[in-house]
């Protein structure tokens, strides 16, 4: 059984940071492909990063290439998003999301975390 956790959210001022974290407490994501999406209020889920089983190839959305970077540690079932250099623009709730392929779109990942929330004030 998947059960994906996120936290490592919270308040941060604009050019700040945020290391988010994904633990998989199920114990059975390594071998998923692991994705972040994020939702601001008002707008559509969007795909922000993703990173395959292995670790060995990432993908990322335009509006955050340079500044986030995704990760994985399957030893310890834990997928991260370090995001840096932040603006008021990424305030969203962040989720992780596993699937059996690197996929841009929602509909490719089948198991979901809770959410945690991301506020960059200017």
């Known amino acids: 059984q998947v059960q994906l956790v996120e936290s490592g959210g919270g308040a941060v001022q604009a050019g700040g940071s945020l290391r988010l974290s994904c633990a998989d407490s199920?114990?059975?994501?390594?071998?998923?492909?692991m994705a972040w999406f994020r939702q601001a209020p008002g707008k559509e889920r969007e795909f922000v990063a993703a990173?395959?089983?292995?670790?060995?190839?990432?993908v990322y959305a335009d509006s955050v290439k340079g500044r986030f970077t995704t990760s994985r540690e399957n030893t310890k079932n834990t997928v991260y998003l370090q995001m840096n250099s932040l603006n008021p623009e990424d305030t969203a709730v962040y989720y992780c999301?596993?699937?059996?392929?690197?996929?841009?779109?929602?509909?490719?990942?089948?198991?979901w975390g809770q959410g945690t929330q991301v506020t960059v004030s200017s």
């Open positions: 999301a596993a699937g059996t392929s690197m996929e841009v779109s929602r509909n490719g990942y089948r198991y």
């Open positions: 199920g114990r059975t994501t390594r071998t998923y492909a």
């Open positions: 990173i395959s089983w292995r670790g060995s190839n990432t």
